[in-house]
């Protein structure tokens, strides 16, 4: 065989495991959204079998033997960047799998769905013991599995590399303490200003059919595209699909309006990354984000420096007024936009405001560099989870429902997902920054709401190159220096200082 005949072979197979890895994220998808409650045993039989499967796909021997192939093929510098990327990826991948026994992933995906539904549960009834077992085995497993993947590097730093290639625990301290270093002086600034927000208004009854048109709306504004999406609810939000297929969730109450409507503009920023890769990588290894880190920096430029940016309320007050009627015709621009940018350091992670955020997924990433490390224990959680919610952030906890229990991240088994939160807004405001400098009329186009120049931008530098470059080496060719923390501490002593005045 040719090596090109051997290169289209091993294509076609990574094509099939893409094709199967999309069928099950649809079911994921049916998962969360529209499956009728007892239908959990069946869907985890069905997530088991699908798992398998893909574990075989994509530790087809044949795989390892066309690699070893076209690596030594005397003709293989010939090949194009692109495609010696894909074999990168292809090879990362093909090695990642065939060191974990298929038994292992068939486990881990069986456990997954019963640890989950065991968490639904245990948060309903504020029961952290309910819960625990279940935690301490969805922790064995992918312990485990970093074993089998790497036994000589630290189990974390073998997880974080899953969704942040190349990203290391000392890296990320790095980053997180400069962070932590950052924002606390700035956040006791906002608290002790005398310049705060009324926030009372945000907890005004609106309809859920009124949040919905918003929901759609505002998707159309920022050009997440519904003929190749749709939005459904879950308790918490999330995006799924690929090119043309991708699906975002939000949950509506009647009395946090704001709630739906950031979550939309969140999850449409992640959607727009993936309806936006480049066409010519669709079904090739290429074809898929950098990392989790950039693709948080995307979800969050659109939530927070769009959604949440005064230039942007001065074009879409009117619209937002107009949809909502009365409800909010006494609220001026002002007093809309400080609210919706409210610091308050609060418990629950998913709602908070985009200064404290990174706190609590600091919080989160040393719980569990410390848990792989053993430092710390399944039994210690709750406890060491208030104390740093005390320290960091001075606020009580009072029930684990709304403390160790509140995200469904370790349920699913995504242990090393965290930090990549936090590394979206360090990536976001480092990207803003380059925006502003390439694109003098920024702002304006904001203020206009003409989204579209901007998302042209972001299509070309961050959402096409899709996975050509590893996430350290995009945020170098698109920011000409390595990730730098400043931006992002800038970007919010800058607005915040604004906002409440000092
Ligand atoms: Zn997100």
């Known amino acids: ?26 079911l994921g998808w049916d998962f969360e959204t529209y499956m009728p409650s007892k239908g959990g045993q069946q869907r985890s039989m069905q997530f088991a079998t699908l798992a398998k499967d893909v ?23 010939s090949l ?29 995906a069986k456990h997954q769905v019963i640890a989950i539904e065991t968490w639904k549960k245990a948060k309903a009834a504020k029961d952290y013991e309910m819960f625990k077992p279940e935690l301490k085995k969805a922790l064995d497993l992918q312990k485990k599995r970093a074993h089998y993947l790497n036994p000589d590097k630290h189990p974390y730093d073998v997880l974080l590399d899953i969704y942040e290639p190349n990203m290391t625990s000392a890296m990320i301290t790095v980053l997180f303490n400069q962070l932590k270093e950052g924002l606390v002086p700035l956040i006791k600034k906002i608290q002790s200003a005398s310049n705060q927000p009324d926030t009372s208004f945000l907890t005004r009854t609106c309809s859920i059919p009124i949040q919905e048109k918003l929901a759609t709306d505002l998707s159309n504004v920022v050009h997440y595209d519904l003929d190749r999406g749709r939005i459904d609810t879950t308790e918490h939000p999330f995006t799924t ?3 043309q297929d991708v699906r975002i969730t939000t949950h509506y109450y009647e009395n946090e309006f ?29 074809g898929q984000a950098a990392s989790l880190g950039l693709h948080e920096s995307q979800s969050r430029f659109f939530e927070n420096i769009i959604g949440r940016s ?8 009117p ?9 909010f015709a006494d609220i001026d621009n002002k007093t809309f936009l400080h609210a919706i940018n409210h610091v308050k350091p609060s418990k629950i992670r998913v709602t908070a405001d985009e200064v404290t955020y990174s706190l609590h997924v600091i919080i989160r990433f040393e719980i569990e560099r410390d848990l792989s490390e ?13 104390q740093k919610y005390k320290e960091y952030l001075g606020v009580d906890i009072e029930d684990d429902s709304e403390g160790v229990m509140q995200d469904t991240h370790w349920a699913a088994g995504l242990f090393g997902y965290f930090p990549t939160y936090a590394l979206g807004n360090i990536y976001n405001a480092h990207i803003l920054h380059v925006i502003r400098k390439e694109m003098p009329n920024y702002d304006n186009l904001v203020r206009n709401g003409d989204i579209k120049p901007i998302l042209a931008w972001l299509t070309k530098n961050v959402h096409k190159p899709a996975s050509l470059y590893d996430p350290a080496d995009l945020m170098q060719r698109i920011t000409g220096e390595p990730v730098n923390t400043q931006y992002f501490i800038d970007y919010c002593t800058q607005k915040y200082s604004q906002l409440y005045g000092f």
């Open 1 to 26: 065989m040719t090596l090109k005949e051997d290169y289209d072979l091993l294509l076609e197979k990574s094509k099939k495991a893409i094709i199967y890895q999309m069928i099950q994220a649809q």
């Open 55 to 77: 574990h075989k796909l994509l530790t087809d021997p044949e795989i390892g033997e066309l690699l070893d192939r076209i690596k030594s093929d005397p003709e293989y510098t």
């Open 80 to 108: 194009s960047e692109t495609q010696q990327r894909n074999l990168y990826l292809i090879n990362r991948d093909y090695e990642r799998q065939t060191k974990i026994p298929s038994e292992l992933v068939e486990k881990i």
């Open 241 to 243: 699909g690929y090119y």
């Open 258 to 286: 704001d709630n739906s409507l950031f979550s939309t503009m969140h999850e449409a920023g992640h959607a727009i990354y993936e309806q936006n890769l480049d066409e010519e990588f669709i079904y090739q290894p290429l």
């Open 310 to 317: 005064s230039e942007f309320w001065e074009f879409y007050m």
């Open 319 to 327: 619209k937002f007024k107009e949809i909502t009627g009365e409800i």
């Open 374 to 386: 053993g430092k710390i224990t399944v039994d210690e959680l709750p406890k060491i989870w208030n």
